[in-house]
């Protein structure tokens, strides 16, 4: 699977972006989906993930309430809607995937497969 993650750019604190991930290489609704996102110096951090039907959805705390992941199983894709962007969601985001099963999503060592990032700047 070949992952594409697309979206990121510069905003003010408040505005909102909308990522896209497109996968290739696998039949769009044969595995699990999750956004990431990491800052130099720190260790990659679970933002959401969504499942194969895209009926079940998790969000880290710190983005709860702001943040949307949805996903278009014919378009191989999957999104995260960003609202109420604060200067602390500034990190590069990666789309990963996972054929599974697994109990545990929020781990990025669940996911095969990762995106090359995407770069989401926030100013205050």
């Known amino acids: 699977v070949q992952l594409q993650a697309s979206g990121g750019g510069l905003v003010q604190a408040g505005d909102s972006l909308r990522l896209s991930c497109t996968a290739s290489?696998?039949?769009?609704?044969?595995?699990?989906m999750g956004w990431f996102r990491q800052t130099p110096g720190r260790e990659r951090e679970f933002v959401s993930s969504i499942s194969w039907s895209g009926v079940i959805t998790s969000y880290a705390d710190s983005v709860k309430g702001r943040f949307t992941i949805s996903r278009d199983v014919a378009k191989n894709s999957v999104y995260l809607q960003m609202d109420s962007l604060k200067p602390e969601d500034t990190a590069v985001y990666h789309c990963a995937a996972t054929v599974g099963p697994s109990n545990d999503y929020a781990s990025s060592a669940t996911y095969e497969y990762w995106g090359q990032g995407t770069q989401v700047t926030v100013s205050s």
């Open positions: 290489g696998r039949s769009g609704s044969s595995y699990y």
